[in-house]
């Protein structure tokens, strides 16, 4: 899988590059073309892969994630203008813009990193405590597998929607930034939210009421169901975590960021401690995931406030 970073980070700097020049046409382009043949290869390739063995099967997995990125730098690399050219001097460091660089990526790459931490403990916490209060091991893993692997996955499966908001709307918000133009930011934050908040509304409604269809059409299964039907009402204010989170790092609040998701990640892990000690079984992790959607948003649209209204 090592293999694979080279090829994705290529392919950030360049999609990195034609956001800050505000061209999506690249981008759109880019991923229709990278998931069409990533479907293709799934479909026509990967039985035969399978047939062979699992090994080659995941390694096949792998394959197609670097040459999907390959057609994305190829497909960046049509776009980008003619006439342009590295110099030595281009590469060379420069004190002010690493500055700036790792001003910006540190703060983000610790709120994943952050978060990654938060998953990390996440099972441990659980599993072991459940195991304490008399779950037995099959009941957790069962009902975990069936809330990672079903629940979550369906609720989150529209997140692409917002993902193309949060990628247009961080350089819209810096332009406007730079030149001082504070009535264009507040309209940009109004229609980002107002946008995210459709897409979460409508698909949240569509995935609460028709779970049951859903996840057998899917999954071939109804496990998870139960949870889908607490979580739906509340994943409508999940879907305007990424937007928010997007705006603050626009505005260069990185670290701000990473704060919230520190104070989100220790709410989560200490509610989700508490939940399963009181024996509510995976509907600790439940419940700890809305108090925790619930916080980061508030806390996200506190900030915001502050920095775009007051």
Request: proline letters at 4%; one cysteine or more; a positive charge.
């Amino acid at each position: 899988m090592t293999l694979t970073l080279p090829f994705i980070s290529i392919s950030s700097i360049l999609k990195g590059y034609f956001f800050g020049r505000q061209r999506m046409i690249p981008n759109t382009i880019s991923n229709i073309l990278e998931q069409l043949i990533k479907i293709l290869l799934i479909i026509l390739v990967l039985p035969l892969l399978i047939k062979r063995s699992v090994f080659l099967a995941v390694i096949g997995l792998i394959l197609f994630n670097i040459i999907t990125e390959i057609v994305s730098i190829t497909t960046f690399l049509f776009f980008t203008p003619k006439n342009f050219t590295i110099k030595k001097t281009d590469i060379s460091p420069d004190k002010q813009t690493i500055k700036e660089v790792f001003s910006i990526s540190l703060p983000t790459v610790s709120s994943r990193f952050i978060g990654n931490i938060g998953f990390f403990f996440e099972p441990i916490i659980l599993t072991n405590i459940l195991l304490f209060c008399g779950f037995s091991n099959d009941y957790i893993l069962r009902e975990y597998g069936a809330y990672n692997a079903y629940t979550i996955a369906l609720l989150t499966m529209p997140s692409f929607f917002v993902g193309a908001v949060c990628s247009s709307i961080i350089p819209e918000i810096s332009k406007y930034l730079g030149e001082k133009n504070h009535i264009m930011i507040k309209r940009r934050f109004w229609q980002s939210i107002l946008f995210s908040f459709i897409i979460g509304l409508f698909f949240s409604t569509i995935i609460f009421f028709y779970r049951d269809s859903l996840l057998q059409t899917i999954y071939n299964t109804t496990l998870g169901s139960n949870y889908i039907k607490i979580l739906a009402p509340f994943f409508v204010l999940f879907y305007l975590e990424a937007p928010l989170m997007s705006i603050l790092q626009a505005l260069g609040k990185s670290t701000t960021t990473m704060k919230i998701t520190i104070v989100g990640e220790i709410i989560k892990l200490g509610t989700l401690t508490l939940f399963c000690f009181l024996k509510m079984g995976i509907y600790s992790l439940v419940y700890a995931e809305i108090i925790n959607i619930i916080v980061v948003v508030a806390l996200n649209i506190k900030k915001i406030r502050k920095y775009i209204f007051s």
